[in-house]
Every structure is written in C-alpha cells, then in structure tokens.
C-alpha cells in the first residue's frame, strides 16, 4: 500500500515536493515510479528508481523533477522546480513488479494520488 501526499497549488515557477510513503517490509527492493495524469489524458511515467539507486525521467521532466527514495523510512519523493502549467495533474506512486531471489513481487495497486496544479 502506498499513500501520496505534498500536493497543492503553487504559481508558475514554484517548487512542491510530493511524498509517498508505503507499508510492509519489502519497499527498498521494488522499482519505484512517478506517475501523473491530467485532465483528459492518458496516465504517464514521471521519473522511475530502481532499488541500486538509478534513476530516469521523461524528457518533460528532465533537469526540473528529482525522484528519490529513503528505504530506512519506506518513503519514495519527487521534488518539483520550475513547475510549469502542463504539470497540473493528479500525480501518483507506484511499485513495478520484480522477480527477486526466486520470489515474485507484483506490482502496487494504483493509490488515490495527490493533486498538484500550477497557475499561471
């Protein structure tokens, strides 16, 4: 289970920083993701981290949104700078399905999210 919160409204330009923090024991192995989606748009992969650490983000994203996680406090984040209006949307935290040590780990069920809209 994961519950995201730090969403809100903020102007053109601002910084939020969104948290998402699970339950269970298991946290610090799984693929994390960042995920948003807006108003009449298809969900879209924000910024994902792999338990070593690795990162990626989508383009839109790139050199404005950090994803990191604290496996000690089961609390994945994504820090937004120079938010832009296209970021409005809900925005959501997932875990990838992964196959460890003979074990199968799937995937998190999608949460409630939290809403971040940025003003122009």
């Known amino acids: 289970q994961f519950v995201e919160s730090g969403g809100g409204l903020v102007h053109a330009g601002g910084s939020l920083k969104l948290s998402c923090a699970a339950s269970g024991s298991v946290f610090s192995i799984y693929p994390m993701g960042w995920y948003r989606q807006a108003p009449g748009k298809e969900r879209e992969l924000v910024a994902q981290?792999?338990?070593?650490?690795?990162?990626g983000y989508a383009d839109s994203v790139k050199g404005r949104f950090t994803i990191s996680r604290d496996n000690a406090k089961n609390t994945l984040y994504l820090q937004m700078d120079s938010l832009k209006p296209e970021d409005t949307a809900i925005y959501y935290c997932?875990?990838?399905?992964?196959?460890?040590?003979?074990?199968?780990?799937?995937?998190?069920?999608w949460g409630q999210g939290t809403q971040v809209t940025v003003s122009s």
């Open positions: 997932k875990a990838a399905p992964i196959l460890r040590d003979g074990t199968y780990y799937p995937a998190s069920d």
């Open positions: 981290i792999l338990s070593s650490g690795s990162t």
